[in-house]
């Protein structure tokens, strides 16, 4: 039964997934007549077993008789135990959990005690049978984040309004999104102003407002009036394909401990297997030559040695706690990154979009050389028309489309950007461009955390910018220093006063501005080749993604749908809320510390056991019930991890 479940990713012919039962792992919860077609056959074969055997107990049946029936009893259950050893055999996995069973079976049919043979197996099968419905359910869970997935979209069309299913629609089409429905692929807005429910991408029900033009992404939920928007990617590309491809896809991304946990068992079940024989065979030689005695307690031996609590278990937590993260809005791509984050003690966070909001306002404009506050205006909203950088949306939004022609418009990161507007070559950005294309900027004078603007080379104007701390920043500072979090960073671009104010009001010691991409990403380099553990980097995705990408933990966090953030980070933080980035490493010790308790407990139980059966004659249906005990124990610690709170 378990290798049924093993290397699967949750696919399942649904258009995410490839799993030959749909409902099992792509609905939210299942009917009990759903149940029962899923697990009933297994749930029979099990009852029929049980009473089989106790009959066969009960009522004093031939020597032969009684064989038959509890080899008919034994193959009930064991059927799939066979099958998936012999499936293991075709992998060249010879000694795994099911060799260890079927080995165990054969030798107490061998030594006259069927009954025992027969409560192995039926027990091992509850244990199984119990471990597939508590990985299916949390795998249902998960992929109820296909639930953010629509099934149908309608689309305009000349002739009226078609449905048709979301992997067929084009780029560029015109859709409808009526009140309660998901927007099933990434689009712009073409109508007025819309609101939307962000809970099933953030985790957070908050409203979002949307303007004309501007783009919306799938999963959002539409709360308003219908509205109508023009797709800007296909299905596959879109922000909600991404995140459930991501979860998907977090299986292969595999913790050390997970495989130690593989290797370990490759190692340790031959080594049993080698014990047992070793038990049967070499102390009866001591001891009068009882070897059904020493048989009998090489089969308790081999039944609580059987490793899968271990194997089952450490794959399930880190699944199920990826699975409640993303829930929460909070993409982590493996469990190897859960791991690392569990050991983080430096965060290299960016500022703008990351610690402060991103959301400028114009404090103050300053004009020099007869240049008029409009004509700069309109001029730098014409510029950042092109640019992504959290100050162009706020021209964005004073000018969504500029009357110009404008030319050659060249963003120079971490600087500004320069065009020729009408002609004329413009400039804007900070100290940094104005020395590159040599503005005189004497005539700003005082406080130096400005914009420039400059028009043919001759300052036009100074701009200054206002931009807030996120709101839980402080909190969140202090929190990732109380998990543990010694060094706490801030690289940016920005000029250094006003930088040096950000870091001072949030709370973060270290400051490192007036940097240029490159140098960001050589800092970054100097920090983490300084440090002992993992470093984190924090940045918003739309200019880090080299910092992001060289990280042992990069977190993109901020508007979803940049489109590298998702495929660059290792964690994507689907909204601004900073709080996330503590929440993330508190949870991913949880999980770190689930797994340890996962293997400790399940190791000290069973070596205390192993070692008793060989001092004393502990029962096989004992030794077969701590082990599946010791599996559920496991699994259910697993499952603990179901809700990020
Ligand atoms: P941060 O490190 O804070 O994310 P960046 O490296 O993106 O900042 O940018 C550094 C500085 O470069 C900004 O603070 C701003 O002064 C200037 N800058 C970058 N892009 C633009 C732009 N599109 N318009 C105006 N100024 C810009
Ligand atoms: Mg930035």
């Not at 983080?344 to 020099?368: A, L």
């Not at 980070?569 to 689930?594: E, G």
Request: proline share 2%; glycine share 6%.
């Amino acid at each position: 039964m378990k290798n049924k479940n093993k290397n699967n990713s949750l696919s399942c012919g649904c258009g995410h997934c490839n799993h030959a039962e749909h409902d099992i792992c792509c609905k939210k919860n299942l009917t009990l007549r759903e149940m029962f077609k899923y697990y009933g056959k297994d749930f029979l074969c099990i009852i029929t077993s049980v009473i089989l055997l106790v009959i066969s107990e009960i009522i004093s049946f031939s020597f032969v008789a009684n064989f038959i029936i509890k080899l008919i009893t034994a193959s009930l259950c064991g059927f799939t135990i066979i099958y998936d050893m012999i499936k293991g055999f075709l992998n060249k996995q010879f000694l795994n959990e099911n060799t260890l069973m079927v080995i165990a079976v054969i030798t107490s049919f061998c030594i006259n005690i069927y009954a025992e043979g027969v409560v192995i197996v039926i027990l091992y099968s509850v244990g199984e049978l119990f471990e597939r419905i508590a990985t299916d359910s949390s795998k249902r869970k998960i992929a109820g984040l296909a639930e953010l997935k629509s099934s149908i979209v309608h689309i305009i069309t000349k002739e009226g309004i078609i449905d048709i299913e979301p992997e067929n629609v084009v780029v560029n089409s015109l859709i409808e999104i009526r009140k309660g429905e998901i927007v099933p692929i990434d689009s712009v807005l073409l109508c007025g102003i819309a609101e939307f429910d962000t809970k099933t991408i953030t985790g957070e029900s908050k409203i979002k407002v949307v303007e004309f033009g501007s783009s919306v992404i799938s999963g959002y939920i539409n709360i308003g009036d219908p509205i109508i928007v023009k797709t800007v990617k296909k299905y596959v590309d879109s922000t909600v394909e991404k995140i459930i491809d991501s979860v998907e896809n977090s299986l292969e991304n595999k913790a050390k401990t997970q495989k130690f946990i593989s290797t370990f068992s490759k190692i340790y079940t031959p080594i049993v297997v080698a014990l047992a024989f070793f038990i049967s065979l070499v102390p009866p030689l001591f001891d009068e030559y009882n070897f059904v005695k020493w048989l009998y307690k090489a089969l308790s031996f081999l039944v609580i040695s059987c490793p899968c609590a271990l194997v089952i278990s450490v794959p399930l937590a880190f699944f199920v706690g990826i699975g409640s993260l993303a829930k929460k809005g909070i993409l982590v791509k493996g469990g190897n990154y859960i791991e690392k984050i569990s050991k983080i003690n430096t965060i290299v966070f960016d500022k703008t979009g990351t610690i402060t909001t991103g959301n400028y306002k114009i404090s103050n404009i300053y004009t020099y050389n007869s240049f008029d506050t409009d004509e700069i205006i309109n001029y730098v909203c014409a510029l950042e028309e092109k640019s992504t950088h959290p100050i162009a949306d706020l021209f964005k939004k004073i000018i969504p489309k500029t009357k110009y022609t404008i030319e050659n418009v060249k963003e120079i990161v971490g600087m500004g950007l320069v065009g020729n507007i009408n002609g004329k070559e413009v400039v804007v950005g900070n100290k940094k461009i104005a020395n590159k294309y040599e503005v005189n900027i004497d005539q700003i004078k005082g406080i130096d955390d400005f914009h420039v603007v400059a028009v043919n080379g001759v300052l036009a104007s100074a701009i200054f910018l206002e931009d807030e701390l996120k709101e839980n920043i402080t909190t969140c500072i202090e929190k990732v220093e109380k998990q543990g979090v010694k060094n706490i960073y801030m690289l940016t671009g920005d000029n250094r006063n006003v930088s040096e104010k950000v870091a001072h009001n949030a709370g973060i010691k270290n400051v490192y501005s007036e940097l240029s991409p490159v140098q960001k990403v050589d800092i970054l380099k100097s920090i983490i080749n300084k440090s002992k553990e993992n470093v984190m980097f924090v940045g918003d995705g739309i200019n880090d993604a080299p910092s992001i990408a060289m990280a042992d933990v990069g977190v993109a966090m901020g508007d979803v749908g940049s489109e590298i953030a998702i495929d660059s980070a290792d964690v994507v933080i689907m909204d601004d809320d900073i709080l996330k980035i503590s929440n993330v490493i508190k949870f991913s010790k949880k999980i770190k510390r689930t797994v340890m308790q996962n293997i400790i407990g399940s190791l000290l139980i069973k070596f205390a056991i192993m070692v008793l059966s060989i001092i004393i004659r502990v029962p096989i249906w004992l030794s077969n019930f701590s082990d599946v005990g010791v599996m559920l124990l496991a699994v259910c610690n697993s499952l603990k991890n179901r809700k990020v709170r």
